[in-house]
């Protein structure tokens, strides 16, 4: 019977990690001081994003929602609101060095959730807080910087040769468990240095899978 | 020649003022109690309207504009559709509500509602369109001066969702000028109704089907 429940685990393990592709290999590794193109996807300062958010939940649940973001890429700030189409306010919270949670409507009413999607939003927006731990070229031809973030994860900024770029990031034990993928389409903003990508796609991995689908309705520099 | 000149500004004037008066009766008056407000929705069969939605958050720097169509049909259909920035539309009809919006994979219908408030806002729109507002079992109407109503929610569980919402009549009897929705001193969203045509044939396809 112990033997039983040993395989049980041993064929859960295999089935949750058959979704998770590990590591992908570096070919060429290049040197530590060739991250500077791996920086551009990030905004430098201050920045409002609204997007339309499609949203595919494990159970299949899918629901179309607006996005509001306002970040600070110097203090680390982070505001964001979801909201119904029709306008009614989902979720409102602000991070910034601590959580304050202005509104939040079941099932968004939880601390995780909160936690989760700044963890997000960090993801898409701001350079991995760590340092570069190697550089190269993958078996396609994009470059990649791999970082070591300060909870021990590993980050992988991909840029591909047709302005689209990927943002991959590890576990501890080097499963992927966040994807976010650009479109090569760009929206240029007057004074911005980086047009900003039209569309945004999120797949977070593991126990509970979804994938977030960002189309760009508007961007504003703040603060100009 | 001048007194001449002088006579017939005062005529004008005069019957600007007498038209402002003519124009002052017919729009006054329809609006002054539940019964007269009741009294003038009462004639309306159906309502099509362009809408424009302004929502104001203190994270925006300015509104954010949603532009769409509503399509009335008394005593209870709606078909509310956002055109843009995102295609999505409420289908109101013989109790159902449906929903579909825009994704990469064309209009989608949900597979339920998103959220329990766009129910409820859904089936107030057509109470207040009925001008049913006694009707109205989530809400306390108060009527107010200037044609104004505020409605409150009844339950604390919806208070906790809508703070208060004013409807402004238009001049025209029967018809909503503006909705605002507060959900919180910094959270409201308005909604603006322009070119609306009253009773007008409406195909029911219209409250059945997306196209």
Known sequence: MRKFYLLLVILSQMISCAGSPEL????????????????????????????SIQAAMPGGQKAVIIGVTVLSPKTGMIECVM??????????????????????????????????????????????????????????????????????????????????????QYDQDSRLVRSLKTGSDRRGTAGSQNPIPVRLELTAFGSSEYALTLNLIEARELGK | MREDGITVNRTRRMALVILLFISGAICIGWADTWEEIRGATGTIRTIKADFVQEKHLSILSRPFISKGVFYYQAPDSLRWEYTSPVRSILLMHKGGIRRYTETTKGLVEASRMDHKGMQIILQEIALWLGGRFSDDSAFDAALKDGRRIVLTPKEKGLSKMIEHIDLMLSDTPGIIKSVEIYEGPDSYTRLEFLNAKINKELEEALFREVS
């Open chain 1, 24 to 51: 992908v290999p570096i070919q060429r590794p290049l040197g530590l001081d060739a991250d500077r193109g791996c920086t551009t996807p990030f905004p430098e300062r201050e920045w409002q994003f609204v997007h």
């Open chain 1, 83 to 168: 909201m119904t189409i029709e306008g009614i306010v989902l979720f409102d919270a602000r991070y910034d060095g601590q959580m304050v949670i202005h509104r939040a409507l079941p099932p968004f009413d939880s601390m995780d959730f909160a936690r989760g999607l700044m963890d997000d939003v960090r993801l898409m927006f701001f350079p991995p807080g760590g340092p570069l731990i190697a550089s190269g070229i993958s078996e396609d031809g994009a470059s990649i910087c791999r970082y070591r973030t300060d909870r021990g994860m590993m980050v992988d900024i991909v840029i591909h040769g047709d302005h689209v770029w990927e943002i991959r």
